[in-house]
């Protein structure tokens, strides 16, 4: 029977190759199944075996620590170097799309909430 390793949905493409590397390094046999352009099917990264699928599982898990570790480093020094900017950097440098973004945010929490108001 099939296992599911890993959902392909919202993943980057740099991610994914490092897995298919990290998976062809140490010879797991895995398949690849792509996520539908309309979002119906998620893709991911497979294995038929139950042997293959828990040495696989436990290399992603280690892989997916790694990664995690990577990218709070990154995203610190960005911070760091003042390339990451929070809500109120985007107001001040980006005020026009900032207000716009906000005010879209309204109109569709009103919208939504639109049917339970009874005025009158």
Known sequence: MPHH???LR???DDEAEEIRA???DHDVRFYETPPSRWGVSMGGFWVHDDDEAQRAKELLQEYQRQRL???REAYEARR???ESMGAWQMFRYKPVRTF???LAIVVMIGLSLLP???IG
Request: glycine fraction near 4%; hydrophobic fraction near 50%; include cysteine.
């Open 5 to 7: 390793l890993m959902n």
């Open 80 to 82: 760091l170097n003042g």
């Open 69 to 71: 570790e990577s990218q």
């Open 10 to 12: 919202h993943v980057p």
């Open 116 to 118: 339970f108001i009874h």
């Open 22 to 24: 990290l998976f062809d």
């Open 100 to 102: 716009a973004a906000c």
